[in-house]
């Protein structure tokens, strides 16, 4: 199985800073990988899939890349409707797919 | 627009069973493949199964092997999830999520439903 290792576990930045996330595979997933975004309370919600594409209707403010083993979200201009928990997750090797434990970004 | 609705969640005795259901819509359902993802209180995300577009090929997390049966009705755009034998760590807040690609295996989940809490004491 592969582990996704998610880091830092806690961010907390400021309106306007900028946020990089990180997200380790223990052994490649090629481009497979997608991050999430969930709320407090809310049902998570995909920013990014193929490592880099952003999905539909997701502020050019969120950029993912990377490759193999190792992912970066980054998040430009920091909102205060940004703070959440950031999940990566695999899909390169189905039918198991595994998560990330997550990152907080909490906006001061 | 998509709409996944989960249901069937509640208070269950551990060594219990419990079925899980996901009505969908605005998608053509019998085209994709669909999993099941749960989240303990305060805990991040688990993947707990999968099941391709046409119940070809059906896979589990180790955790809920032998336990948890995915299944889907494509004639009903329903999705269902077994439970049986259930344990106080099966509690969680389950959610049912659609692959984005169809006819696919390797595809990332989008969207998710609203989510059916499971709480498994005695």
């Known amino acids: 199985e592969i582990v996704l290792t998610q880091s830092p576990g806690t961010l907390s930045l400021s309106p306007g800073e900028g946020a990089t996330l990180f997200c380790r595979a223990s052994?490649?997933?090629?481009?497979?990988l997608a991050w999430y975004q969930q709320k407090p309370g809310q049902t998570p919600r995909l920013l990014i899939y193929?490592?880099?594409s952003r999905a539909t209707g997701i502020p050019d403010r969120f950029s993912g890349s990377g490759s193999g083993t190792d992912f970066t979200l980054s998040i430009s201009r920091l909102e205060p409707e940004d703070s959440a928990v950031y999940y990566c997750q695999h899909y390169a090797s189905s039918p198991t797919w595994t998560f990330g434990q997550g990152t907080k970004v909490e906006i001061k | 627009e998509v709409h996944l609705v989960e249901s069937g969640g509640g208070l269950v005795q551990p060594g219990r069973s419990l079925r899980l259901s996901c009505a969908v819509s605005?998608?053509?359902?019998?085209?994709?493949?669909m999993h099941w993802v749960r989240q303990a209180p305060g805990k991040g995300l688990e993947w707990v199964s999968s099941?391709?577009?046409?119940?070809?090929?059906?896979a589990y997390a180790a955790s809920v092997k032998g336990r948890f049966t995915i299944s889907r009705d494509n004639a009903k755009n329903s999705l269902y999830l077994q439970m049986s034998s259930l344990r106080a760590e099966d509690t969680a807040l389950y959610y049912c999520?659609?692959?984005?690609?169809?006819?696919?295996?390797?595809?990332?989940?989008?969207?998710w439903g609203q989510g059916t809490l499971v709480t498994v004491s005695s």
């Open positions: 605005g998608f053509n359902f019998e085209e994709y493949g």
């Open positions: 999520a659609k692959l984005s690609e169809s006819r696919v295996t390797k595809s990332w989940f989008d969207p």
């Open positions: 052994q490649s997933v090629s481009g497979y």
């Open positions: 193929g490592a880099s």
């Open positions: 099941i391709t577009w046409n119940s070809g090929s059906v």
